[in-house]
């Protein structure tokens, strides 16, 4: 049983079989979690945490209709493409149903990635143009055309944009280049659409496609003016051009009031993607489109795409949104989350803005209120502040200082409550810290020492000498310094 080994030698086996540049999610102190239920994780010791951040884990860790629906389906058959199933044509058509009746083909695939990937190659070749549109700090997706349009990746690895790809701003009231004290900030940042695509056209270039996801959660949970979506889409589409929205995590239902992001946009894409969520953790992924959109393309596979394991459990994770009622559970509990959050906010001068939708909510934690600077020393302490107390959280947008919530969706008021007092709590000693650091003391506001101590002893604990060094010399453990 490979849970029998201790925390350390999993830690040096990851490190010598997995590849480095795969992070962990609490790089100086990481978890070892071993199993999971509902909204709950439990790490090696017997420890619980509430997990604010999982959205994958849509309807709930290990929901049993869901792993019961995947086991049944395990022992009568499994296999690659190629033949009749009724058990896909049923998932695609309950898929079908839930979105607008032009979107009405579904493609099946693994993951995020490749449903994006197959957008831009079905908008390519039902085009026939070649260039995308991009919003500032989005992520799309691991493959190599991907990468190019993630400007969040291009960032971080120093890579040029390149010339099939116009970046435009996020459209960001809050911090972005045209916030919420302008008349029409939904307009404005329309404008730089309709820019980007004349400066292309210019330069005898050909838009195919406009990629984002409705409400940027990888930009650092933006909600974009009601307005911006129609104007883009109607650009986009006066250039000949395919609109594709980027649901892997905001859709089915993780917005609250509908299935879909878009929705509430008052929009229709002409491909939708969809991926995380989908099968609560089993890898399924989907790309919608019309009926012309797809027949552009002539050919395509997926050695697993679409099999009868993953249809099962696609369908079982659909009919415990409804059973559930997830939906309207998802606008009350984050209605509830937000306005605990608000409620706290005047309390706290690193705490910036508070915003969301459903089971989707975005804290800014700045400097201070009135530059409205990002303050990412001050998130990721709270983060660690807050995996101390057994609230599993992350630290996300292009600045690292955005506190999200993108729980299981079985999350409740209760959990919202228990979790905004633990952030009021943790952020009030950030803030002491934060003073102290301003203030000429030499104490390191970026992780909290307790957390660097935890992780020293559960080292310590195991036979091998290795050690660390002593507490605060070092702010990340890397992997060299395990052994
Ligand atoms: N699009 C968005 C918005 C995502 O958040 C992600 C994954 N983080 C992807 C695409 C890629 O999905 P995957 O990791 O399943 O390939």
Redesign the pocket.
Known sequence: NPELQTFKQTLKMRRNYVGKSCKLHYEVSPLKIVRASRQYMYDDSGNEYLDCINNVSHVGHCHPHVVTAGQEQMTKLNTCYGFLSDCQVAYAKRIVELLPEQLCVCYFL???????DLAIRLARAYTKQNDVIVIDN??????EN?ISISPKKLKEHNLPIENWVHVVPTPDVYRGKYREDNINPGQLYANEVKLAIAKAMANGRKIAAFIS?PN???AGMIFPPKNFLPLVYRYVREAGGLCIA?????GLGRCGEHYWAFQSHDVVPDIV?L??SLGNGH?I?ILVTTKEISDSLNEFSSSYGGNPVACAMGMAVLDVIQNEHMLSSAKSVGKCLMDELRRILPNHRLMGDVRGMGMMVGVEIVQDKESRKPNKDAAEALVYKMKERKFMMANEGPDKNVIIFQPPMCFTCENALTVAKALDQALAEVEEDDLRVNSGSNLNIQVPLSVLTNAKHKLDSDDDEDDFESPGKRQKISYEEVD
């Open positions: 693994n993951s995020g990635s490749e449903a994006n989005a992520y799309h997706g691991n493959t991907l996801e940027q959660t990888q980027d649901e892997i995590q905001t993607t991926g995380k890898p992924s």
